[in-house]
């Protein structure tokens, strides 16, 4: 479904990702791990227009997306939840998962999937006319997911969804990535510190050094790799 080659970006004359190459096939759950700084944040930028390659390429569904502009490559159906979560403070929950659908047209559709989002996070649906600005960080995260899906993603990029959360909360959260991937089947590209809970529901995975791709494998290999769980487990 997307394929990332030979990808390199900078910010200024600061190389970020350094010939960088990845692949998500349909259905399939993958997660970029590494510390703050590696460039996973970055390799999502690339793949959504906000920020253009020096070189490389990035195909997804067998065409180049490279030089479109961010609502263009959205409109493919490529959904970013980014770090910071993206929401609109002074709208109302509701309306914040309506903007997450500004773009569709397919309003029985639309329905049905703020069902699925108030079915995924009931608290939301008690929460729907409070402004987003006023909902603890656990309750933003959802709401960030929920708009994401909103906009009826083919592939979903989420950026750091455990970033401030409570241990009980980030179960919960990744709970619910796996489950939109299970019952929508969504394609998923996670970008996550939080190496355990990422792998753990993961197909595949990379990992991210200094902008570096240094290792790819199955979520479970990664999982047993002396390497990861020395750096990023902490076993």
Not at 123 to 134: F, H, M
């Amino acid at each position: 479904m997307l394929e990332v080659k030979d990808i390199s970006a900078a910010y200024g004359k600061a190389i970020a990702l350094k010939d960088i190459s990845l692949y998500v096939g349909e259905g399939e759950i993958v997660s970029l791990i590494g510390a703050n700084g590696a460039g996973k944040t970055t390799t999502l930028r690339v793949i959504t227009g906000i920020l253009r390659p020096l070189r490389g390429d990035v195909v997804f569904q067998e065409k180049s997306i490279v030089g479109m502009e961010p609502y263009q490559i959205a409109s493919l159906g490529i959904i970013h939840v980014p770090e910071g979560r993206g929401l609109f403070p002074d709208m109302t929950v509701r309306e914040n998962l309506e903007m997450g659908a500004f773009m569709r047209t397919d309003r029985d559709e639309i329905e049905r999937d703020m069902e699925f989002v108030y079915s995924l996070f009931p608290v939301l649906k008690e929460r729907e006319k409070q402004l987003a600005g006023t909902l603890s960080g656990g309750e933003q995260q959802m709401l960030a997911i929920g708009k994401g899906l909103m906009g009826g993603p083919k592939l979903l990029l989420l950026d750091e969804p455990s970033l401030g959360l409570a241990p009980l909360l980030v179960d919960r959260i990744f709970e619910t990535i796996n489950q939109i991937n299970r019952e929508r089947r969504v394609t998923i590209l996670i970008a996550e510190q939080n190496a355990y809970m990422a792998l753990s529901i993961s197909h595949r995975a990379y990992v991210i050094e200094n902008g570096v791709t240094v290792m790819e494998g199955t979520g479970k290999d990664l999982l047993g790799n002396e390497h990861v769980r020395k750096a990023y487990l902490g076993i």
